[in-house]
């Protein structure tokens, strides 16, 4: 049998975005499941588009990070649940902090091949709803008294169950193989690049700043969907200045010395759900709708956290970026000084200016901190890690458009277990 003919992969436009305004945890969304904020998303991208037809986008691509056991099938059920046709195939992803832009990535790749037209991908996350499991103690024995033969066998291994079996297993935000939250790991890469307290509190209120700013000006108007009453990121604190970040006690690194990761220079507990709208240049055409910007390029790394050049900094759990972007830098034929904005995922500052000095260190031409996260980031905004990626991908699209002009930008975005993922978008 003679094999099919390679097919041309084609360009790949970000036609829209749409996401829920982000909650702190436990507060306005305490009681909203994933499914429901990321139909709430879908459904604000769907409406604002005129997507209801009959196969009107070809597949939907989402996930999220703390999942109960309902969410197993999330993404479908979500394209079941809101105006999108019930006939669009769906399916889940899942990458930590990097699931967003992993969909993105998924589903681009498929408008490339031309196996469909268009497609939706996106993410949600609740930290205030996170599952919590069966003590591993109790499992055991109700599985015992499951596989049990007789009453009586049932009988014996229940009264094996202790009160201190009843206590359940609650989520930690530790490394299974360190047993290091994410904000311990980044204390010890911020005292391998020698991250100041002043460098970390100097970009954490420059994101609310630019945050805020780009809300007056109108920019969210098209992204955000208002729900359960907010109609703004309510982790965003337009007056955030230095000096009042200055006054923050640290909250990790605190068995060092002089730790300088704070609540305000750190990325708070979020809920959240974004989505994008991605589709080729002919569907794109059909509908009369115009790109924001071109999918160009995009790549994955993961670094050695456990083993590698954890102390010296260069394998630090959230560095993978600092060995994605060179490389797929090179494989552009780019530089840092060929980008005209730059996102970098805010989960820490010391997070972002670690990876600055590791580009450099690599090679890397200097980011000017003026084309840096100029619309705000995860810093100001908070971070659903599954929604991230469509965050930043739907506003880094609209910030190249607002542009009026040819322009390029750099996504980076560095996930848990020690991942990154990466992506340039393009508007000619």
């Known amino acids: 049998m003679s094999p099919l003919p390679a097919q041309p992969t084609r360009r790949v436009a970000v036609i829209a975005g749409a996401r829920v305004p982000f909650a702190r945890s436990d507060g306005p969304y305490a009681t909203a499941s994933n499914q429901e904020m990321l139909t709430a998303a879908l459904d604000g991208l769907v409406e604002r588009h005129g997507l209801q037809a009959p196969g009107a986008v070809g597949e939907f691509v989402a996930g999220a990070v703390l999942k109960h056991s309902r969410d197993f099938n999330l993404a479908r059920e979500t394209v079941l649940g809101s105006a999108l046709d019930p006939r669009t195939p769906a399916y889940d992803i899942q990458q930590a902090c990097g699931t967003g832009l992993q969909a993105v990535i998924a589903a681009a790749n498929k408008i490339a091949l031309g196996q469909t037209e268009s497609a939706i991908a996106g993410g949600a996350d609740t930290a205030s709803d996170a599952p919590l499991g069966v003590n591993d103690r109790l499992r055991r024995i109700l599985l015992e008294a499951r596989r049990a033969k007789s009453l009586g066998g049932r009988a014996k291994a229940l009264a094996k169950v202790r009160p201190g079996h009843l206590v359940p297993d609650i989520p930690r935000n530790a490394e299974p193989r360190t047993g290091l939250s994410m904000g311990e790991h980044a204390a010890v890469t911020a005292r391998a690049w020698g991250i100041t307290r002043e460098a970390q509190d100097e970009l954490a209120a420059a994101s609310h700043r630019r945050l805020a700013a780009a809300y007056e000006r109108g920019f969210f ?17 337009p007056g955030s200045t230095v000096e009042k970040l200055a006054a923050l006690k640290p909250v990790f690194g605190l068995s060092g010395a002089d730790p300088t990761m704070t609540a305000g220079n750190s990325t708070p507990l979020t809920d959240g759900a974004a989505t994008v709208l991605l589709a080729s240049e002919e569907w794109a055409e059909a509908r009369g709708l115009e790109p924001l910007a071109h999918l160009t390029a995009y790549e994955t790394a993961a670094v050695d956290f456990v083993g590698g050049d954890v102390a010296g900094g260069a394998d630090g759990l959230l560095m993978a970026p600092a060995y994605a972007v060179p490389r797929m830098l090179e494989r552009a034929g780019l530089g840092i000084e060929d980008f005209d904005l730059v996102e970098i995922h805010e989960a820490f500052a010391s997070q972002v200016l670690a990876t600055l000095a590791a580009w450099e ?12 996260n100029v619309a705000g980031s995860s810093l100001a905004t908070g971070h659903p890690f599954a929604a991230t990626g469509a965050r930043v991908v739907a506003t880094l699209a609209g910030l190249l458009a607002d542009r009026g002009g040819p322009g390029r930008g750099l996504i980076s975005a560095c996930a848990a277990g020690g991942q990154g993922v990466t992506a340039i978008l393009e508007r000619t």
């Open 221 to 237: 108007q098209d992204l955000v969907v208002p729900f359960r009453g907010l109609s703004r990121d309510q982790n965003l604190r």
């Open 361 to 372: 260190k690599r090679g890397l031409a200097p980011v000017d901190r003026a084309r840096l």
